[in-house]
């Protein structure tokens, strides 16, 4: 297996030298299907002078339908969760691979990103400090939407004789719509779920992290990395591929050290920024919560501001997508409600923290100088919002940058991985060759410039939030009645603590 990695490692160094012409001539062969899919998936309607995207409309219709479906859960359940992620209610003998904690740690890596240095600052840009006080909502609502499909992930999954299990949505609607005599419906929509997703781990999951990684170092080095791209992505390759060859055990004992530390690193970092301008905190508050409902400068007014707060929230978190689910799936419980519970934890990490704390860092920082980021945007906004307060922060956020980047790229190998033994089956041999294909995408993020693909694959994993949605209401009362049944017991101590 090593030996074929290295062969797929030096066919890519030996396109380095071509991959210019390659570029264009897969660019121009795919913009016009990307151009079609895009304008298919992210069909907007306008709405009081507004773009909607009607699938972001799709995605923050159902999680207010589940938020109120399901009671509150994402405040009732809060408390709980914690207690289920410190192993509080952890039965050792439960089925499953990985503790609430890794599962979770897993789940997170996979959405805490480069957007959320970088696709905050666009949505401040764009619609103004009010659609952070949106991003925040859209958030709390997507909590709920997260604790339906990670219940569904863990009741539905398959667990095999080694121990090992699968799942995700292409099983839970696989196999709940069998149970409701549309057998052939759920196979047809749980088969075009795991196509999507394995397409969308090589792209979004996978090449546009590794392609990000590489143009945050090559900036902070000051282009001493032109043209060092294969290298840089040989490495990234090589260090993602020691990692998933050890499959979800392997990937969780990975995150569940590095999430908390890239997150409590980054997070530090940026609090420490907004208490310098603590002067500009008061404003900077006023801003969100005045641009919220007035959407000032903002095209739309306070709808457009909405609009881009709830579209940026959705593209973090992830929420309906289903993806995450599929990390949940493998956690060691016989209870599948304790980890929709535990999954309340990852957007409020993702977007209610994380995406808060860097539109405050920026917010404070045009308060303090409206000219701050000069024609800077994205990332290059939010460095530039840290550098002016600490001259070196490219480096540290260039080292962040990465950590995002990697920690994405490895829950997403796991993604991809289910999506194909969905489809070819959970053979030893086609898990190897699935890993091999991932990591050669790695290398290949940061040599070739592909963004027709990477627009293919981005389109593709929103596309799939459509059937998943729809497999959520279906088998919402499955989860309502788990939920209640579980709580009661709970209540009853016939669920008990073993610590």
């Not at 030096?10 to 001539?25: K, N, P, Q, Y």
């Not at 539905?156 to 090992?164: M, N, T, V």
């Not at 060759?433 to 410039?449: H, M, N, Q, T």
């Amino acid at each position: 297996m090593y030996r074929l990695f290295l062969t797929i490692s030096l066919m890519i160094v030996s396109l380095t030298s071509a991959h210019a012409g390659i570029d264009d001539a897969i660019n121009d062969a795919t913009a016009p299907i990307a151009e079609l899919i895009g304008q298919i998936v992210f069909f907007k309607i306008p709405v009081f002078g507004a773009q909607l995207p009607v699938v972001v409309l799709w995605l923050v219709v159902g999680a207010v339908f589940f938020t109120f479906y399901m009671g509150f859960i994402n405040l009732r359940g809060f408390k709980h969760a914690i207690a289920l992620v410190r192993g509080d209610y952890a039965d050792p003998n439960s089925h499953g691979e990985v503790s609430h904690f890794q599962a979770l740690a897993t789940a997170v890596s996979g959405t805490v990103g480069i957007g959320n240095i970088g696709g905050v600052a666009v949505a401040v840009t764009v619609g103004g400090p009010g659609a952070t006080f949106w991003l925040i909502l859209a958030g709390f609502l997507g909590m709920s939407t997260k604790f339906v499909e990670c219940t569904l992930g863990v009741k539905y999954r398959q667990e095999f004789a080694d121990g090992h299990v699968s799942g995700g949505p292409m099983y839970y609607l696989r196999k709940g719509f069998a149970d409701r005599g549309m057998a052939g419906f759920g196979k047809f929509i749980g088969t075009f779920y795991a196509i999507g997703i394995f397409i969308g781990a090589l792209g979004i999951g996978n090449m546009f992290q590794s392609n990000q990684a590489y143009v945050q170092l090559n900036n902070v080095s000051g282009g001493a990395l032109d043209g060092l791209g294969w290298l840089v992505g040989l490495i990234l390759a090589s260090v993602v591929f020691v990692v998933i060859v050890g499959g979800i055990k392997s990937i969780a004992r990975v995150t569940e050290k590095i999430v908390p530390f890239m997150a409590i690193f980054y997070c530090l970092f940026a609090i420490i920024v907004i208490l310098m301008n603590a002067n500009a905190i008061p404003t900077a508050i006023a801003n969100i919560f005045v641009g919220a409902f007035t959407g000032e400068g903002v095209a739309g007014g306070a709808l457009g501001a909405m609009i881009i707060g709830f579209q940026r929230a959705v593209f973090s978190n992830e929420a309906g997508i289903g993806s995450a689910s599929i990390a949940h799936s493998a956690v060691k419980t016989d209870e599948p409600i304790t980890e929709g519970i535990v999954s309340l934890l990852e957007p409020f990490i993702d977007t209610i923290v994380i995406c808060t704390i860097t539109a405050l860092v920026i917010g404070t920082a045009q308060v303090a100088d409206p000219s701050f980021a000069g024609n800077a945007q994205g990332v290059a906004m939010t460095s530039a919002a840290f550098e002016r307060e600490f001259s070196w922060f490219p480096v540290p956020l260039a080292f962040a940058a990465l950590l995002f980047a990697f920690s994405t790229m490895i829950s997403w190998s796991y993604y991809g991985l289910k999506g194909w033994t969905y489809m070819f089956g959970e053979g030893e041999l086609g898990q190897k060759i699935y890993k091999i294909i991932f990591c050669a995408f790695v290398a290949l993020g940061c040599v070739v410039e592909l963004g027709p693909i990477l627009n293919i694959s981005d389109a593709l994993v929103f596309l799939i939030c459509v059937p998943n949605i729809l497999g959520l209401y279906f088998l919402a009362p499955t989860v309502k009645m788990e939920m209640d049944s579980y709580f009661a017991r709970v209540s009853s101590g016939e669920i008990r603590k073993f610590k």
